[in-house]
């Protein structure tokens, strides 16, 4: 007499396949009745093939679709989407393109919005410059106190007029061309 069966396990809320398991026999029937653990079932579920899953809903086994391992980027957002059993790219209006930076999606793929790009050029060259100009004054103030109170030494005035130079030609960087995206070597360099 056999004491044990296969049977099917299913998750509990979303009803998706997670392997077999097993069932005892009752130790007090004589007859064939087996004790089927809480969410699974007797019925053997279908072979699920790519993009599928096999979903236990309302006493039965169906194949639904599955994207979960696919990475989907929704068209609208450009943000990565985590898809649920039964969701589409066309029902979450996504794609599995993956976006470059500053991606717009148009004409059914992913183009460059020419114009943020530009905005994010931009702000990253403003930051990268105030930043620096910021160190600068900070390595300005102290011979600038020297100076004003006539106690600065020659060499102390030589590297204030190198820090002051460096200052202007930080400050004039967006009157060049190129600007904001200017090479590494277009910024000024700072004094020793």
Known sequence: MQEQKTVY??????????????????????????????????????????????????GAWSLQTDWRAVPLWNKRTVRQLMPQIGDTPDSLNATPLQPPAFAIWKDEAWAVDAAAQQAAQMTAAQQRQQQRLVAALQQRKPLEDAAE??????????????WKRYCVELSRLPQQPGWPQLEDEAWPKQPA
Do not use: C, N
Request: glycine content about 6%.
């Open 9 to 58: 396990s299913y998750h509990p809320q979303t009803g998706e396949y997670l392997g077999p398991t097993q069932a005892d026999r009752s130790p007090l029937d004589m007859e064939e009745v087996w004790l089927i653990p809480a969410f699974a079932t007797a019925q053997q579920p279908p072979q699920a093939g790519e993009r599928q899953a096999a979903v236990f809903r309302d």
């Open 149 to 162: 109170l006539g106690i600065a030494s020659a060499e102390e005035q030589a590297k204030l007029a190198e």
